[in-house]
């Protein structure tokens, strides 16, 4: 599925970038309308929020209107969110909370996820893969001297046997280990990696910062604290501008051990019996399990980019985003 740009179109791809270009972690891009019966309402991740924004953005902007338009509400904001005339729910904030909504609910289509299915997940949540992120580590700037932890390193800061920045090379600062709050789908990525538990942490990790939950990817916990470090989406610290990420810095993480910290983005649907049974109105948007729409084409999500200035396909937004996209083949297929 590829789209033309028309006038409104390419007002809609501008707008997309330049959002891209200047997102604060403060606003809120929910859904400019309140969803109908047949649009597809999408909650749940902090690291893809943005992305199926713009996805829904483009996907909307089709001529004649779609009769079943995207709809995605971010993870953080003003709370309730209406997700259908008369229907209001409290904002799920991470791809966890995103999980259960659609789990719980009938009126939610589809959750964003940054986490790969877990054991408390609902049987008919599927998982469909899209695109790729890159996983690594932000810290306060008084954290000089230190550019890149390996693993073994990454482990032993928050199994708390690192206490010290002087022990890898840096300031005599103490290491305060920062985690995102506890729906979030990167907190759980990440724990799995460095061997702690996502539901109970080590004492010297942190999920409060001044009384507040740490949000994931945003910078502000991070430069507030002296000594910190904290996981972040390499492609959502990216889209900060200069003032969004004063006081912090990103940090590397060497090859091979970086494969790891690689995770796959997913959208979830219910589709009991996994592959081959999604709904064809979500099939046609994220795949059908086995990388298809219902008809056998390419998913709405699977367009890969191009280089052509007069169309916009959402690999191009995808990368437009900082994520990576999957090899043809692999995107909109079911990962158990």
């Not at 001044?210 to 994931?216: A, H, I, M, R, Y």
């Amino acid at each position: 599925m590829r789209f033309t740009r028309t006038v409104r179109a390419t007002a809609v791809a501008a707008a997309a970038v330049a959002m891209v270009a200047t997102s604060a972690l403060s606003a809120s891009a929910d859904a400019p309308f309140t969803p109908d019966a047949d649009d597809v309402v999408i909650v749940g991740s902090d690291t893809t929020e943005f992305v199926l924004n713009d996805l829904s953005a483009l996907y909307n902007s089709r001529t004649p209107t779609p009769t079943r338009r995207m709809a995605s509400f971010d993870a953080t904001g003003p709370s309730p969110i209406t997700i259908r005339p008369g229907v209001s729910i409290t904002r799920p904030n991470g791809s966890s909370a995103g999980i259960n909504a659609l789990c719980s609910r009938t009126d939610i289509d589809s959750a964003r996820s940054s986490r790969p299915r877990g054991a408390s997940d609902c049987a008919d949540a599927t998982f469909l893969q899209y695109a790729k992120d890159q996983l690594r580590w932000m810290a306060n700037d008084d954290v000089t001297g230190v550019g890149s932890l390996t693993d073994a390193q990454l482990t032993s800061i928050y199994n708390c046997n690192l206490t010290n920045w002087s022990q890898l090379g840096g300031p005599n600062l103490a290491i305060v280990p920062l985690i995102p709050q506890p729906n979030s789908g990167t907190r759980n990525f990440f724990a799995g990696l460095v061997g702690i538990s996502s539901s109970t942490p080590p004492s010297c990790v942190k999920d409060t910062v001044n009384g507040s939950l740490v949000q994931e990817h945003d910078p502000a916990p991070v430069a507030a604290t002296a000594g910190s470090i904290a996981p972040v989406s390499t492609g959502r610290y990216n889209l900060l501008t200069p003032a969004q990420q004063a006081g912090t810095v990103l940090g590397a993480i060497p090859t091979p051990d970086s494969n790891a910290y690689d995770r796959t983005l997913f959208q979830v649907v219910k589709a009991p019996g996994g592959a081959g049974n999604v709904p064809a109105y979500l099939a046609d948007l994220f795949g059908d399990g086995f990388g298809f729409s219902s008809d056998g084409g390419t998913p709405y999500i699977c367009e890969p980019s191009d280089t052509d200035p007069a169309t916009t396909t959402a690999g191009d937004i995808i990368k437009a985003n900082g994520f990576l996209e999957l090899p043809a083949g692999d995107c909109g297929v079911e990962v158990p």
